[in-house]
DNA sequence: GTCTATACTCTGATAGAC
DNA sequence: GTCTATCAGAGTATAGAC
């Protein structure tokens, strides 16, 4: 990829993430096709590889800028804060990236269903470190008695398992609840009544 | 597909399924390709093709026998059953298969994470029906006061969020926890203590 | 019923004109 | 920088011998 110097390049390169992300999001790595990302990008498949040396680089373009933008809330949980808000908190900016990059969810999930190829440096690297020292914050906070005691690490997959179910698995939500429905307003709703009794001392 | 008649044929039914489930869940619909199958399964590629037709057919095999198999633990909700207790086994049950069928819960992913293609029509009718049926029966055990009133089909999304997590992020979990840990076990104890807390009333 | 050989299509990537 | 044309390899499916 060169680097993109000119305002041109710079938003050529930007369409095309953006056409990938649409594409690898909804069909997974494989199952995506240069065809398709040209298509959506309005561009020539050639004049893609111009930008990028292949598909793959497209792909871990998209996965690198990814990761740091899906553990930034977790990062931005204070230890000096009320314990039960910074969980609440960290919760609902969760769900609010589901809801507002769902295309970013599915991509990810795409990358851990199949064994994360591409990204197990990085699970067993950043994220199991971040999640480490998070997880002592939140056994500090068990061990003053200010929130109940259970697992930490558990307690992290809950709220990654629940808020990114709603983006990962929408078509399922949205044709099980039926018309009429707002899935991420009723979810912040189920999940704060959740968090809220699970933590309570 | 031929009906399976003879023995031999049964068998070899059986071994290409075998095969593909761990082919498909592992790699998708398009990833996969039928060379990996023939190989995983010990049988050559136009072998395959004698017993299914296509390499769709293989796939559409697995996922209807599967939808029935996921949907069988929701079936044993028992309406004259204790609440509380209903809803633990169901859970237990949920994280139980997958702790033992992971393969069938990254098939199902899979199919959902990329929009339902071959599984929308029975996910919008049996599915949806099944789910209406057991929220009915919730509902009426909060109108009871038998268990805390919250959201009956975003509970059961929960359950499905919560236990599917730890099959199909199970790359993700693993690495995070590090060794010496039995994610299923630690998974267990989290939710019994989750769900007792939320549905007290 | 199972195999080897092969037809045909799709797809990632490159060559080269402009 | 962008396009048309095209190559090479992979992948689904079929033909036909045994």
């Known amino acids: 990829m060169p680097r993109p ?3 041109i390049q710079q ?3 930007e369409t095309i993430l953006e056409a990938a992300l649409e594409v690898f999001s909804a069909q997974g790595f494989r199952g995506a096709t240069l065809d398709q990302i040209a298509e959506v990008a309005g561009l020539s ?3 893609l590889l111009y930008y990028f040396p292949s598909k793959e680089a497209i792909h871990q373009a998209l996965l690198t800028a990814l990761l740091d ?8 949980i204070n230890p000096m804060g009320d314990p039960v808000a910074e969980i609440m908190g960290y919760m609902r900016r969760k769900l ?3 809801r507002d990059f769902p295309r970013e969810s599915r991509l990810f999930a795409n990358e851990i269903l199949q064994g994360a ?3 197990r440096a990085a699970i067993e690297g950043d994220m199991k470190a971040l999640v480490a020292a998070k997880a002592g ?12 005691r259970v697992d930490p690490v558990h307690l992290l997959f809950s709220i990654w398992a629940l808020t990114q179910h709603y983006a990962d698995f929408d078509v399922q939500v ?4 039926g018309d009429g429905h707002d899935p991420y307003a009723e979810a912040e709703a189920f999940l704060k009544t959740l968090y809220r009794k699970l933590l309570a001392p």
């Open 5 to 7: 110097k000119t305002r």
């Open 11 to 13: 938003k050529n390169s």
């Open 45 to 47: 498949k050639p004049n």
């Open 69 to 76: 933008t899906w553990l930034d809330p977790l990062r931005e």
């Open 96 to 98: 609010e990236l589901s």
């Open 117 to 119: 190829p591409r990204m």
């Open 137 to 148: 914050v939140l056994h500090g906070w068990m061990d003053q008695g200010r929130i109940a």
């Open 174 to 177: 949205r044709a099980v609840l």
